[in-house]
Protein backbone atom coordinates (compact mmCIF):
# COMPACT_ATOMS: atom_id res chain seq x y z
CA UNK A 1 0.00 0.00 0.00
CA UNK A 2 3.24 2.64 1.00
CA UNK A 3 4.56 1.83 -2.40
CA UNK A 4 1.47 2.66 -3.86
CA UNK A 5 0.93 5.96 -2.48
CA UNK A 6 4.61 6.52 -3.51
CA UNK A 7 4.41 5.87 -6.80
CA UNK A 8 0.82 8.00 -7.17
CA UNK A 9 2.78 10.84 -5.72
CA UNK A 10 5.57 10.59 -8.33
CA UNK A 11 5.66 13.57 -10.59
CA UNK A 12 6.09 11.03 -13.43
CA UNK A 13 2.53 9.41 -12.47
CA UNK A 14 0.81 12.62 -12.29
CA UNK A 15 2.35 13.29 -16.44
CA UNK A 16 1.13 9.99 -17.03
CA UNK A 17 -2.31 10.83 -15.85
CA UNK A 18 -2.46 14.27 -18.05
CA UNK A 19 -1.22 12.64 -21.42
CA UNK A 20 -4.08 10.38 -21.00
CA UNK A 21 -6.33 12.48 -20.49
CA UNK A 22 -5.54 14.43 -23.44
CA UNK A 23 -5.27 11.22 -25.33
CA UNK A 24 -8.89 10.25 -24.57
CA UNK A 25 -10.16 14.05 -24.95
CA UNK A 26 -8.13 14.52 -28.47
CA UNK A 27 -9.29 10.72 -29.80
CA UNK A 28 -12.82 12.29 -29.46
CA UNK A 29 -12.24 15.92 -30.62
CA UNK A 30 -10.95 14.80 -33.85
CA UNK A 31 -10.38 11.49 -36.12
CA UNK A 32 -7.12 12.03 -37.11
CA UNK A 33 -5.96 12.23 -33.61
CA UNK A 34 -5.26 8.12 -33.10
CA UNK A 35 -4.12 7.98 -36.87
CA UNK A 36 -0.61 6.15 -37.39
CA UNK A 37 0.67 9.23 -39.60
CA UNK A 38 -0.31 11.76 -36.17
CA UNK A 39 1.42 9.42 -34.03
CA UNK A 40 4.39 9.22 -35.98
CA UNK A 41 4.82 12.80 -36.78
CA UNK A 42 3.92 13.49 -33.36
CA UNK A 43 6.79 10.79 -32.28
CA UNK A 44 9.15 12.47 -34.49
CA UNK A 45 8.82 15.86 -33.26
CA UNK A 46 9.88 15.39 -30.12
CA UNK A 47 12.32 12.18 -30.48
CA UNK A 48 15.19 14.11 -31.51
CA UNK A 49 14.63 16.91 -29.44
CA UNK A 50 14.49 14.64 -26.89
CA UNK A 51 18.17 13.74 -27.32
CA UNK A 52 18.96 18.13 -26.37
CA UNK A 53 16.10 17.35 -23.10
CA UNK A 54 17.99 14.89 -21.62
CA UNK A 55 21.68 17.07 -21.54
CA UNK A 56 19.38 19.89 -20.61
CA UNK A 57 18.19 17.41 -17.29
CA UNK A 58 21.08 16.55 -16.47
CA UNK A 59 22.69 20.16 -16.16
CA UNK A 60 19.75 21.17 -14.48
CA UNK A 61 20.41 18.46 -12.07
CA UNK A 62 23.91 19.96 -11.69
CA UNK A 63 22.60 23.62 -11.25
CA UNK A 64 23.20 24.78 -14.35
CA UNK A 65 21.35 25.84 -17.52
CA UNK A 66 21.93 25.95 -21.32
CA UNK A 67 20.06 28.85 -23.58
CA UNK A 68 22.52 27.76 -26.53
CA UNK A 69 21.14 24.58 -27.23
CA UNK A 70 18.80 25.46 -30.25
CA UNK A 71 21.86 27.54 -31.91
CA UNK A 72 24.35 24.76 -31.11
CA UNK A 73 22.15 22.03 -32.58
CA UNK A 74 21.52 24.68 -35.63
CA UNK A 75 25.74 24.92 -35.44
CA UNK A 76 26.05 21.59 -35.95
CA UNK A 77 23.92 20.94 -38.65
CA UNK A 78 25.81 23.94 -40.44
CA UNK A 79 29.01 22.87 -39.70
CA UNK A 80 28.65 19.18 -40.53
CA UNK A 81 26.78 20.02 -43.66
CA UNK A 82 29.52 22.80 -45.06
CA UNK A 83 32.16 19.71 -44.24
CA UNK A 84 30.29 17.76 -46.55
CA UNK A 85 30.34 20.01 -49.26
CA UNK A 86 33.46 20.56 -48.75
CA UNK A 87 34.94 17.16 -50.15
CA UNK A 88 34.63 15.42 -46.08
CA UNK A 89 32.33 12.29 -46.47
CA UNK A 90 29.65 12.41 -43.92
CA UNK A 91 30.53 9.98 -40.96
CA UNK A 92 33.92 11.75 -40.63
CA UNK A 93 32.31 15.38 -40.86
CA UNK A 94 29.52 14.53 -38.41
CA UNK A 95 32.47 13.27 -35.88
CA UNK A 96 34.33 16.28 -36.52
CA UNK A 97 31.19 18.74 -36.29
CA UNK A 98 29.92 16.47 -32.26
CA UNK A 99 33.52 17.10 -30.98
CA UNK A 100 33.17 20.92 -32.25
CA UNK A 101 29.80 21.16 -30.12
CA UNK A 102 31.72 19.31 -27.11
CA UNK A 103 34.79 21.74 -27.38
CA UNK A 104 31.69 25.01 -27.21
CA UNK A 105 30.65 23.07 -24.28
CA UNK A 106 33.77 23.01 -23.01
CA UNK A 107 34.36 26.58 -23.55
CA UNK A 108 30.84 27.18 -21.68
CA UNK A 109 32.27 25.35 -18.87
CA UNK A 110 35.57 26.67 -18.62
CA UNK A 111 34.04 30.49 -18.40
CA UNK A 112 31.14 28.97 -15.48
CA UNK A 113 34.23 27.31 -13.33
CA UNK A 114 37.35 29.17 -13.99
CA UNK A 115 35.82 32.95 -14.52
CA UNK A 116 33.03 32.49 -12.24
CA UNK A 117 30.65 33.51 -14.79
CA UNK A 118 26.72 32.48 -14.54
CA UNK A 119 25.68 29.77 -16.76
CA UNK A 120 22.77 32.06 -18.03
CA UNK A 121 24.94 34.71 -19.43
CA UNK A 122 27.65 32.15 -20.31
CA UNK A 123 24.95 29.89 -22.36
CA UNK A 124 23.25 33.42 -23.63
CA UNK A 125 26.38 34.87 -24.87
CA UNK A 126 27.19 31.54 -26.82
CA UNK A 127 23.76 31.20 -28.11
CA UNK A 128 24.76 34.43 -29.88
CA UNK A 129 28.05 33.47 -31.01
CA UNK A 130 26.99 29.86 -32.48
CA UNK A 131 24.03 31.57 -34.09
CA UNK A 132 26.39 34.04 -35.54
CA UNK A 133 28.72 31.27 -36.97
CA UNK A 134 25.56 29.37 -38.59
CA UNK A 135 25.09 33.01 -40.96
CA UNK A 136 28.28 33.43 -41.44
CA UNK A 137 29.27 29.54 -42.92
CA UNK A 138 25.78 29.74 -44.86
CA UNK A 139 25.92 33.67 -45.54
CA UNK A 140 22.14 33.69 -44.26
CA UNK A 141 21.55 30.62 -46.79
CA UNK A 142 20.48 27.30 -46.10
CA UNK A 143 22.40 24.59 -47.30
CA UNK A 144 21.08 22.30 -49.68
CA UNK A 145 22.65 18.98 -48.83
CA UNK A 146 20.43 16.33 -51.12
CA UNK A 147 23.42 14.28 -52.45
CA UNK A 148 24.18 13.08 -49.19
CA UNK A 149 24.04 9.25 -49.60
CA UNK A 150 21.16 7.20 -48.38
CA UNK A 151 23.09 5.54 -45.98
CA UNK A 152 23.46 8.68 -43.99
CA UNK A 153 19.77 9.51 -44.46
CA UNK A 154 19.05 6.78 -43.47
CA UNK A 155 19.45 7.45 -39.72
CA UNK A 156 17.70 10.24 -39.41
CA UNK A 157 14.80 8.98 -42.80
CA UNK A 158 14.93 5.47 -42.44
CA UNK A 159 13.30 3.04 -40.17
CA UNK A 160 13.42 -0.71 -38.92
CA UNK A 161 10.27 -2.27 -39.75
CA UNK A 162 7.31 0.47 -38.69
CA UNK A 163 9.51 2.29 -36.04
CA UNK A 164 11.53 4.62 -37.10
CA UNK A 165 15.33 5.14 -36.51
CA UNK A 166 15.46 7.64 -35.28
CA UNK A 167 12.71 6.58 -32.64
CA UNK A 168 14.53 3.72 -31.74
CA UNK A 169 18.12 5.24 -31.13
CA UNK A 170 16.41 8.11 -28.80
CA UNK A 171 15.12 5.04 -26.91
CA UNK A 172 18.09 4.08 -26.13
CA UNK A 173 19.71 6.94 -25.06
CA UNK A 174 17.03 7.32 -22.93
CA UNK A 175 16.83 4.17 -21.06
CA UNK A 176 20.78 4.74 -21.29
CA UNK A 177 20.94 7.76 -19.07
CA UNK A 178 17.95 7.42 -17.44
CA UNK A 179 19.70 4.21 -15.34
CA UNK A 180 23.05 6.14 -15.87
CA UNK A 181 21.55 9.18 -13.59
CA UNK A 182 19.89 6.67 -11.71
CA UNK A 183 22.12 3.87 -10.31
CA UNK A 184 25.96 5.18 -11.22
CA UNK A 185 28.05 6.89 -8.51
CA UNK A 186 29.12 9.60 -10.57
CA UNK A 187 25.98 10.22 -11.88
CA UNK A 188 24.71 10.63 -8.35
CA UNK A 189 27.10 13.47 -7.78
CA UNK A 190 25.86 15.44 -10.41
CA UNK A 191 22.19 15.13 -7.99
CA UNK A 192 24.89 16.50 -5.13
CA UNK A 193 26.48 19.48 -6.58
CA UNK A 194 22.85 20.99 -7.64
CA UNK A 195 21.58 20.35 -4.47
CA UNK A 196 23.96 21.99 -2.01
CA UNK A 197 27.52 22.57 -3.98
CA UNK A 198 29.53 23.86 -1.00
CA UNK A 199 28.34 20.98 0.95
CA UNK A 200 29.64 18.69 -2.02
CA UNK A 201 32.79 20.25 -2.24
CA UNK A 202 33.88 19.81 1.14
CA UNK A 203 32.29 16.40 0.96
CA UNK A 204 35.12 15.32 -1.39
CA UNK A 205 33.32 15.85 -4.59
CA UNK A 206 35.11 17.71 -7.46
CA UNK A 207 31.78 19.90 -8.08
CA UNK A 208 33.69 21.84 -10.57
CA UNK A 209 34.63 18.98 -12.97
CA UNK A 210 30.81 17.79 -12.33
CA UNK A 211 29.43 21.19 -14.24
CA UNK A 212 32.01 21.41 -16.27
CA UNK A 213 31.39 18.03 -17.40
CA UNK A 214 27.54 18.32 -17.47
CA UNK A 215 27.83 21.35 -19.90
CA UNK A 216 29.99 19.08 -22.02
CA UNK A 217 27.30 16.64 -22.03
CA UNK A 218 24.84 18.75 -23.13
CA UNK A 219 26.41 20.57 -25.93
CA UNK A 220 27.83 17.15 -27.37
CA UNK A 221 23.69 15.58 -27.13
CA UNK A 222 23.07 19.05 -29.09
CA UNK A 223 25.23 17.82 -31.77
CA UNK A 224 24.67 14.60 -32.36
CA UNK A 225 20.85 15.74 -32.27
CA UNK A 226 22.27 18.74 -35.31
CA UNK A 227 23.31 15.59 -37.39
CA UNK A 228 20.20 13.56 -36.93
CA UNK A 229 18.15 16.58 -37.82
CA UNK A 230 20.68 17.22 -41.42
CA UNK A 231 20.66 13.69 -41.98
CA UNK A 232 16.88 13.68 -41.33
CA UNK A 233 15.85 17.16 -43.93
CA UNK A 234 18.60 16.76 -45.94
CA UNK A 235 19.41 20.15 -45.58
CA UNK A 236 20.82 22.92 -42.65
CA UNK A 237 19.01 25.95 -42.63
CA UNK A 238 20.44 28.55 -40.55
CA UNK A 239 18.02 30.04 -38.48
CA UNK A 240 16.75 26.49 -37.48
CA UNK A 241 15.97 26.09 -33.73
CA UNK A 242 15.08 29.33 -32.94
CA UNK A 243 12.98 29.15 -29.19
CA UNK A 244 14.33 25.10 -28.88
CA UNK A 245 15.64 26.49 -25.89
CA UNK A 246 12.54 27.44 -24.31
CA UNK A 247 10.66 23.99 -25.41
CA UNK A 248 13.91 21.80 -23.84
CA UNK A 249 13.67 23.65 -20.56
CA UNK A 250 10.03 23.19 -20.19
CA UNK A 251 9.78 19.98 -21.10
CA UNK A 252 12.20 19.30 -18.39
CA UNK A 253 10.76 22.11 -15.41
CA UNK A 254 7.23 20.43 -16.39
CA UNK A 255 8.87 16.57 -15.62
CA UNK A 256 10.06 17.81 -12.30
CA UNK A 257 13.81 19.39 -12.83
CA UNK A 258 14.61 22.30 -10.92
CA UNK A 259 15.66 25.40 -11.95
CA UNK A 260 17.63 25.31 -8.42
CA UNK A 261 19.25 22.44 -9.41
CA UNK A 262 19.61 18.90 -7.31
CA UNK A 263 16.23 17.34 -8.73
CA UNK A 264 14.67 15.79 -11.57
CA UNK A 265 14.67 12.66 -13.27
CA UNK A 266 15.17 11.77 -17.40
CA UNK A 267 11.93 10.07 -17.32
CA UNK A 268 10.19 12.86 -16.18
CA UNK A 269 11.49 15.47 -18.72
CA UNK A 270 10.77 13.30 -21.89
CA UNK A 271 7.56 13.37 -20.60
CA UNK A 272 7.24 16.48 -19.86
CA UNK A 273 8.17 16.46 -24.32
CA UNK A 274 5.80 13.97 -25.08
CA UNK A 275 3.32 16.81 -23.16
CA UNK A 276 3.89 19.33 -24.88
CA UNK A 277 4.08 17.47 -28.09
CA UNK A 278 0.91 15.88 -27.58
CA UNK A 279 -0.55 19.71 -26.87
CA UNK A 280 0.99 21.19 -29.92
CA UNK A 281 -0.25 18.28 -32.08
CA UNK A 282 -3.93 19.00 -30.39
CA UNK A 283 -3.86 22.97 -31.26
CA UNK A 284 -2.78 22.00 -34.80
CA UNK A 285 -5.31 19.74 -35.67
CA UNK A 286 -8.24 22.22 -33.46
CA UNK A 287 -7.03 24.57 -36.03
CA UNK A 288 -5.87 26.94 -33.80
CA UNK A 289 -4.16 29.96 -34.23
CA UNK A 290 0.24 29.43 -34.61
CA UNK A 291 0.12 32.52 -32.71
CA UNK A 292 -1.56 31.43 -29.98
CA UNK A 293 -0.12 28.64 -29.44
CA UNK A 294 2.80 30.21 -29.09
CA UNK A 295 1.16 31.64 -25.95
CA UNK A 296 -0.17 28.64 -24.50
CA UNK A 297 3.49 27.29 -25.13
CA UNK A 298 4.62 30.04 -22.94
CA UNK A 299 2.23 30.03 -20.13
CA UNK A 300 2.35 26.05 -20.07
CA UNK A 301 6.23 26.93 -19.23
CA UNK A 302 5.15 29.89 -16.94
CA UNK A 303 2.67 27.46 -15.34
CA UNK A 304 5.65 24.59 -14.80
CA UNK A 305 8.21 27.37 -13.11
CA UNK A 306 5.68 28.61 -10.92
CA UNK A 307 4.90 24.90 -9.69
CA UNK A 308 8.18 24.23 -9.08
CA UNK A 309 8.82 27.39 -7.28
CA UNK A 310 5.81 27.03 -4.93
CA UNK A 311 7.61 23.27 -4.05
CA UNK A 312 10.96 24.72 -3.33
CA UNK A 313 9.24 27.72 -0.90
CA UNK A 314 7.48 24.25 0.95
CA UNK A 315 10.83 22.65 1.03
CA UNK A 316 12.48 25.48 2.94
Not at 287 to 305: F, H, K, N, T
Request: positive net charge; contains cysteine; aromatic residues 10%.
Amino acid sequence: MARLKRIASMRETGLIVIIAILFIVMSFASPYFLTWVNMRAMTMAFAVEGIVVVGMTILLISGGIDLSVGSVVTFAMVLAGWLFLNGVDPWTASAITIVACAGVGGAMGWCVTRIGLHHFIVSLAFMVIARGACLLITQGRPLGLYTLPAEFKFIGQGAIGPVPFVIILFVVLVIVFDFMLRRTTIFRKVFYTGSNEKAAAYSGIRTKKVVFLSTVLCSTLCGIAGVIYMARFASAPPHFGLGMELNVIAAAVIGGASLNGGVGTILGAILGAVLLSVVTSSLALLDVSVYWQDIIRGSILLAAVSFDHMLNKKKA
